[in-house]
């Protein structure tokens, strides 16, 4: 987790191959970091993710959630077309905000 400007920027990174421990350890390690940040400006920036599956995106989901309860906004970047239409399959793309890069998630901020 970086911050950039006032904003709380988490840069996701998730191999295709993920096995339970590895993704329990994730979101442990996730939560820890996000307790340890205050701020109500959240990007979380996905260029590095090619690929998402149930898990990821009940991921997202929560994250928004936690950022959403402490009163937070939060934007999506650099999504991957296959992530894309996976998010727009679900319809989860009517629950974030997504933008291109970083630099128009600072903006909508």
């Not at 840069?11 to 820890?32: A, N």
């Not at 109500?40 to 950022?67: C, F, H, M, P």
């Not at 999506?76 to 319809?91: F, I, N, T």
Request: hydrophobic letters at 45%; charged letters at 25%.
């Amino acid at each position: 987790m970086v911050n950039q400007g006032d904003a709380n920027i988490i840069e996701l990174s998730l191999p295709i191959q993920l096995d339970h421990h590895e993704f329990d350890k994730l979101i442990e390690d996730l939560e820890e970091a996000m307790a340890k940040t205050s701020g109500d400006k959240w990007i979380i920036d996905l260029s590095q993710v090619e690929y998402t599956g149930s898990a990821a995106l009940g991921l997202l989901v929560n994250i928004r959630q936690k950022i959403k309860e402490r009163g937070g906004n939060l934007v999506l970047c650099g999504v991957a077309p296959r992530v894309s239409e996976v998010l727009h399959a679900c319809s989860l793309d009517r629950l974030f905000k997504i933008v291109s890069n970083r630099a128009a998630a600072l903006r909508v901020l």
